[in-house]
């Protein structure tokens, strides 16, 4: 007959009561953390691709106000998903985006794409990034309280 040998169950104890953490875990608030983050990163990707007004200095006007008018919406949950708007209410912002017809319509100005382009890039890192912090949350369960 085999012999099965000693078993510790202290271990399983330990991952036991480790699991009963993670089920504590507010998982609302992590996913508003994370809607946060990947906002952040938006809005960092599109405030740098937005372009700057140059005017002569002689005109005492100054650029960048279409730059500065990007914001973040507070976030809101609709069902299982997490929404945070980011606009920029400048009245020109969408002529600038998508493109627009020249003084005289006859001729067309390409748009920027500067949100559309910087949504793009998120949604390709997107998965990493939430995958981190979810790595970041489950080190900081299993690791924090040996």
């Known amino acids: 007959m ?30 508003r953390d ?9 809005l960092a990707k599109v405030i740098k691709r937005t372009p700057v ?15 500065r008018g990007w914001t973040a919406e507070q976030i809101t949950k609709i069902g299982n998903i997490y929404q945070i708007e980011i606009i920029n209410p400048v009245h020109y912002a969408s002529y600038v985006e998508y493109g627009h017809r020249t003084r005289d319509h006859k001729g067309w100005v390409e748009g920027r794409f500067m949100l559309t ?10 998965p990493i990034i939430i995958e981190r912090k979810l790595e970041q949350l ?9």
Do not use: H
């Open 34 to 42: 994370v809607a946060k983050e990947l906002a952040a990163r938006l």
């Open 117 to 126: 382009i910087s949504e793009q890039e998120l949604n390709e890192r997107a």
């Open 138 to 146: 489950l080190k900081g369960l299993f690791e924090g309280g040996k």
């Open 53 to 67: 007004g140059e005017y002569p200095p002689q005109s005492g006007v100054m650029g960048g106000t279409l730059r």
């Open 2 to 31: 085999a012999k099965w040998g000693k078993v510790d169950y202290e271990q399983f104890i330990k991952l036991q009561k480790k699991l009963q953490q993670l089920e504590k875990i507010d998982r609302d608030q992590f996913c």
